[in-house]
């Protein structure tokens, strides 16, 4: 896997990019790789990352994330077709806060079947009013 993108030594997907590292290749082109996580939530589990280093999804450019979408759908797409599974769940951890591990922007494409004994988060309830100011809250946020 050549790489002409600037590796952060201490990032071990741009080891992986630049094939210091080796890892099970799910599809490549020149600005993404996807690859299978190595300690998956269930067999398939794939991680979609742009070749070129960004910390996390919060700093990375609109362009570069559609492609990554792109490409999580495909894999996705393939998950099914492959018989791997019913359905996949597409997530994103995007600061230690929220989980994410490996400071290099990645898609996770999670193979779901039914009763596979994986479970998703569970919702809390909002106060009254609570819910009226956070929306104005997040709206003024982005004016
Ligand atoms: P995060 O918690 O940052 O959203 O997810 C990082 C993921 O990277 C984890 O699910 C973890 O299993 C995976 N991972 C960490 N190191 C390696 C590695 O060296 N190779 C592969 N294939 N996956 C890795
Ligand atoms: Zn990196």
Redesign the pocket.
């Known amino acids: 896997m050549a790489n002409r993108f600037y590796i952060m030594n201490d990032c ?1 997907f741009c080891h ?1 990019i630049a094939g210091d ?1 080796p ?2 290749k799910v599809y490549e082109d020149s600005h993404v790789l996807a ?5 998956p939530v269930n067999p398939g589990h794939t ?1 979609v990352v742009p070749k070129e280093h960004y910390a996390d999804m919060a700093g990375t450019p609109v362009p570069v994330l559609i492609h990554l979408i792109e490409v999580v759908q495909k894999v996705g797409n393939a998950v099914l077709k492959s018989g791997l599974a019913q359905g996949f769940n597409v997530g994103l ?1 995007n600061g230690a806060a929220a ?4 400071l290099h922007t ?1 898609f ?1 494409i999670v193979p779901r079947n039914v009763n596979d004994g994986h479970s998703l988060w569970h919702g809390k309830k909002y106060v009254p009013g609570q819910a009226t100011a956070v929306a104005a809250q997040l709206r003024r946020t982005m004016l």
């Open positions: 071990i992986i590292i890892c099970e690859f299978l996580d190595i300690t991680l951890n989980g994410q591990s490996v990645h996770h």
